[in-house]
């Protein structure tokens, strides 16, 4: 049996043309621009190239993009003018705070002053407590993209196994609590937890979010489950350039899996989709217009 693959460039793409369509309307009937702010400090490689890509899908999507480029060594008191500048400004509903960020600064006093409103990676307490006790919240985008393709296989997620493997801020965590919301039975597995081909083994769903290359092997996996690959490991080739692997051996997967994501081209494709979905919905409750319809 050969896994089906599931196309996280066709899904965004469908997700980001709902999104024009709803920005559309809200342009129309409500004369609603929303806006997003994306604040990068310093110059790592990879967040520059995250930015430019948030940047233009948010104007192919017909909303406002407004980017702050700090350098590196700037000051906490600076960051949290800045961040109070966006809370303020009637044209933002979004606002995004490129992580990592530079040593000297803390990013939880960052994320804390960022107005849960315009919160749209979902990660001030506020909103990750509404979301773990089960009531509406802007949710992280990387989660919700691994919902929505896990969405394309299996349109009900009722009773279903799921393992969560990681458990950061910014995917573990949230994606537990949505899985939980879908009324999967969720397992939380991390480094420190035993026998991890044992835990998978019981799983319909799987969702690695390690950061290690590789590590799920094909062999964990319960024949037929679907697998939602999260990691984006660079690792050297033998021709001296890099390449993008995921967290799970995917060749190994192919052969056990019903469904697999691919890295590239999977779960990275949703999360700046979902991005784009937080900021449209943020902005509409922040003007008390319906939810979207996306
Ligand atoms: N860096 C990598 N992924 C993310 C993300 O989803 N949000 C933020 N703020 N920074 C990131």
Redesign the pocket.
């Known amino acids: 049996m050969t896994a089906r693959i599931i196309d996280g460039k066709v899904i965004a793409a469908d997700l980001r043309a709902r999104v024009a369509g709803e920005v559309a309307r809200v342009k129309r009937e409500n004369s609603l621009t929303p806006g997003l702010a994306v604040v990068l400090v310093g110059n790592d490689p990879a967040s520059e190239v995250?930015v430019r890509s948030k940047h233009t899908q948010t104007q192919a999507a017909g909303m406002a993009s407004f980017e702050h480029k700090l350098s590196a060594d700037v000051s906490q008191a600076d960051l949290l003018a800045l961040i109070a500048g966006l809370n303020g400004d009637p044209a933002v509903h979004g606002i995004?705070?490129?992580?990592p960020l530079p040593k000297h600064l803390h990013t939880e006093t960052i994320i804390n002053a960022i107005d849960p409103a315009k919160d749209v990676?979902g990660l001030h307490p506020n909103n990750a407590g509404r979301l773990a006790g089960g009531f509406a919240a802007l949710s992280?985008?990387?989660p919700l993209g691994c919902i929505i393709l896990t969405r394309s296989v299996h349109p009900s997620l009722e009773g279903m196994n799921a393992i969560v493997i990681g458990r950061s801020n910014?995917v573990g965590r949230p994606l537990v609590q949505l899985l939980l919301n879908e009324n999967a039975t969720v397992t939380i597995a991390h480094s420190r937890s035993r026998d991890l081909p044992k835990l998978c083994a019981q799983a319909d769903l799987v969702y690695a979010a390690v950061g290690k290359p590789e590590m799920v092997r094909g062999s964990w996996l319960k024949p037929g489950a679907t697998v939602i690959d999260v990691g984006i490991n660079r690792i050297p080739t033998a021709e001296g350039k890099t390449k993008l692997i995921g967290d799970v051996a995917f060749q190994e997967a192919l052969d056990v899996a019903g469904a697999i994501t691919p890295v590239p081209g999977g779960v990275g494709q949703m999360?700046v989709a979902c991005l784009l979905v937080n900021t449209l919905r943020a902005a509409c409750a922040i003007h008390k217009l319906p939810a979207p319809g996306v």
């Open positions: 995250y995004l705070v490129q992580l990676d992280p985008c990387t910014l999360t």
